[in-house]
């Protein structure tokens, strides 16, 4: 079974910190995606990769980065959190035209 | 730009009952996924759609996909309540990048 591993479940920071959301993935998947998920707005994509070192916008890329050094692992990076980015992370990989495998979710309050 | 809508976006149902949820779709693609998602648990994918006319059943759910009319339906046979989750449609955004553009979910009860 595919294994898809958020670094944290549940993650309170502070406004103006840097913050890192880490997912690992052991399937040796190819794409790996990160989306938010807030009530009433359902998922959407800031970011995704489709090898190492490669990366594209989704749909609300704004005040997010990431990086993807190794296959298995791809970082999203807030450079300076806002309450407004208090949130569901939810991380993905997929294989190409394959369902996406989701991790369970990393929980993040910005105080 | 893509767009796809879920409706209901909530749906209390009987155990015993038959319902169905739609997923319309605003431009052409040929591949559409259903996920189910449980209160606190992440995504389970549950179907792919690959082409026009697909039906791919799976225990009391069958989804069909009707790339003609943009429309994919999740149908729910004799609800039981170990269904009730909250469901999401999920359309290839074409192009070959692998993006998925995903309604806003419906969410099930299925009431004793």
């Known amino acids: 079974d595919v294994k898809v591993t958020q670094s944290s479940r549940y993650l309170v920071k502070r406004t103006g910190e840097k913050v890192f959301l880490e997912c690992v993935q052991d399937?040796?998947?190819?794409?790996m995606f990160w989306y938010r998920q807030d009530p009433g707005l359902g998922l959407r994509l800031i970011y995704f990769s489709y090898d190492v070192k490669m990366k594209e916008k989704g749909d609300i890329p704004e005040g997010y980065s990431v990086s993807r050094e190794k296959k298995e692992r791809f970082s999203l990076i807030l450079e300076s959190a806002s309450t407004n980015q208090t949130s569901m992370y939810l991380c993905a990989s997929s294989q190409s035209n394959q369902p996406q495998h989701f991790g369970d979710g990393t929980r993040l309050s910005i105080l | 730009e893509l767009k796809v809508e879920q409706n209901p976006l909530f749906l209390s149902m009987q155990e015993g009952k038959n319902y169905t949820i739609y997923c319309n779709y605003s431009?052409?693609?040929?591949?559409l996924y259903w996920y189910r998602q449980d209160p606190g648990k992440s995504l389970e994918s549950l179907f792919v759609?690959?082409?026009?006319?697909a039906v791919k059943q799976e225990g009391r759910l069958m989804a069909s996909l009707d790339t003609k009319a943009r429309l994919s339906t999740l149908h729910i046979t004799a609800a039981v309540h170990d269904l009730s989750a909250t469901y999401f449609c999920a359309v290839d955004n074409q192009g070959g990048s692998e993006k998925l553009v995903f309604g806003k979910g419906t969410k099930l009860t299925v009431n004793p």
């Open positions: 399937m040796d998947h190819e794409n």
């Open positions: 431009t052409t693609s040929d591949r």
């Open positions: 759609l690959l082409s026009n006319g």
